[in-house]
């Protein structure tokens, strides 16, 4: 949902800011999607003005969060956060105890023990292509490491579509975003809910893209549908890449005995 419906009330922690500026300092900005790596800096890492711009907040806003202002913050907000900042699973504990007062929550069960060493294996023998599994709600339950290396991202959402909608990165990594993204992409969630009127999942990440997400509830307004595609070719410009634009065929394929995942595999053209 939109980041004021999750805003929690607590007195952020003056440990924060300081800490916010470090992890912002430390990151190499030629593997951030977005960021303009021929600039020349006068200091490592981001700006306060390009983490805003990532994390979908206003400059001035972020500048007061760094500054140690009370400011209050959404669970949201803290998990784009998390990810534009490159935190490892003990920082990011570390980001939500003193922005939320809590710790983040646990990560979502992938596939059966058993068969996931199995899956695993298939997609690890597609090396050098990425591969992932994901299940019908587009959580990305297993992948391998090519996956992982062209989209770093995948430790801090696992979810493809709310990537897609709510991550202002994704509009850099995602060319042609509108037309060859969002619109086939918030299609293709209709056609779920339509042929899944069961799963309670489905309408939750709806509404989570159409609450944070304004220009998702104009393209859903058109009340488009269609099926998972297969054999379509799309565009990335990926970090892994230097940040050029790379063509790919997206093949999908369903296991015989979990016909609601999808094995997904990207082949470079």
């Known amino acids: 949902m939109s980041d004021a419906a999750h805003t929690r009330k607590h007195s952020l922690s003056p440990e924060l800011g300081p800490l916010l500026r470090r992890w912002r300092e430390r990151l190499d900005?030629?593997?951030?999607?977005g960021i303009d790596s021929t600039r020349r800096r006068l200091k490592p890492?981001?700006?306060?003005?390009e983490v805003a711009s990532l994390t979908g907040v206003a400059s001035s806003w972020y500048r007061q969060l760094e500054g140690g202002s009370p400011r209050p913050v959404s669970e949201q907000f803290v998990q784009r956060l998390a990810m534009t900042l490159r935190l490892e699973d003990a920082e990011r504990v570390v980001l939500y105890q003193l922005a939320l007062g809590h710790a983040p929550p646990p990560p979502e069960?992938?596939?059966?023990?058993?068969?996931?060493?199995?899956l695993q294996a298939v997609l690890d023998?597609?090396?050098p292509h990425p591969a992932y599994v994901?299940?019908?709600?587009?959580d990305i339950v297993a992948h391998n490491q090519p996956q992982e290396d062209w989209f770093p991202w995948l430790p801090y959402e696992r979810n493809l579509m709310r990537f897609a909608f709510l991550y202002p990165e994704a509009r850099d990594q995602l060319v042609n975003w509108r037309e060859d993204w969002a619109i086939p992409f918030l299609a293709q969630i209709r056609f779920a809910i339509a042929t899944h009127p069961d799963n309670p999942e489905l309408p939750r990440l709806r509404d989570d893209i159409l609450e944070g997400n304004t220009e998702a509830r104009e393209i859903w307004s058109t009340h488009?549908?269609?099926?998972?595609?297969?054999?379509?070719e799309r565009r990335f410009s990926l970090p892994y890449h230097a940040g050029r634009e790379i063509t790919v065929r997206i093949m999908a394929f369903a296991p015989m005995s979990k016909q609601d995942q999808r094995l997904v595999v990207l082949l470079r053209l």
Request: glycine share 8%.
């Open 125 to 127: 023998s597609l090396l």
């Open 134 to 138: 994901s299940n019908l709600c587009w």
């Open 29 to 33: 900005h030629r593997r951030i999607p």
């Open 224 to 232: 488009q549908a269609q099926a998972h595609p297969d054999g379509d």
């Open 45 to 49: 890492g981001l700006t306060q003005d």
């Open 109 to 118: 069960a992938g596939p059966d023990q058993q068969s996931d060493i199995h």
